[in-house]
């Protein structure tokens, strides 16, 4: 099967239907563990992004957080909530089919705290600098969940089986 053109195939559909031009496909040993459309204009979630949905039906088919072993095909460059979700399942390899600067005279999508060409000098920016308004309020009870955490889990700090370098 050729899985950049079901990904092709997939956010074609899904602008066809009304919604977003976004699709992601997950393989893995040469067969699709998931597959999905953005649906972020169908479900007014704005964290419906296809990679989210793909990775999270994988994870459940595979009953597993880790995506050791697939490569995952997207449309797009991922935008950064993506990105994070992307390293954080740990796939062995992301294949994007285009990138911002070429589909922008086609498409864009910038919000109040968030424009794609500068999310990353924002993102690198401490806390207390960014655009979206945040407060910290410390609480000594929120460390101790993480305390309890620890207890639970035999004083390990790292969630089992987590892939490292």
């Not at 563990?33 to 949905?53: F, G, M, R, W, Y």
């Not at 957080?65 to 994070?84: D, F, Q, R, W």
């Not at 796939?91 to 500068?118: C, I, S």
Request: with cysteine; hydrophobic share 35%; glycine share 6%.
């Amino acid at each position: 099967m050729d899985f950049v053109q079901r990904t092709i195939d997939i956010a074609r559909q899904n602008v066809a239907e009304g919604g977003r031009p976004f699709a992601t496909v997950i393989v893995k040993d040469g067969a699709i563990v998931a597959e999905s459309p953005n649906k972020v204009a169908q479900t007014s979630d704005p964290t419906a992004h296809a990679e989210i949905l793909a990775i999270r039906e994988a994870c459940t088919k595979l009953g597993t957080e880790h995506l050791v072993g697939t490569t995952i095909y997207v449309l797009a460059h991922p935008c950064p909530m993506c990105l994070g979700a992307l390293y954080y399942c740990s796939p062995d390899e992301v294949v994007f089919l285009t990138t911002r600067d070429a589909y922008e005279p086609h498409y864009v999508d910038d919000r109040k705290y968030f424009e794609l060409n500068t999310f990353y000098d924002e993102f690198a920016k401490s806390w207390e600098d960014r655009r979206l308004p945040m407060r910290y309020e410390p609480r000594d009870s929120a460390v101790e969940v993480y305390r309890f955490w620890q207890e639970r889990n035999g004083g390990e700090r790292r969630v089992p089986g987590a892939p490292t370098a």
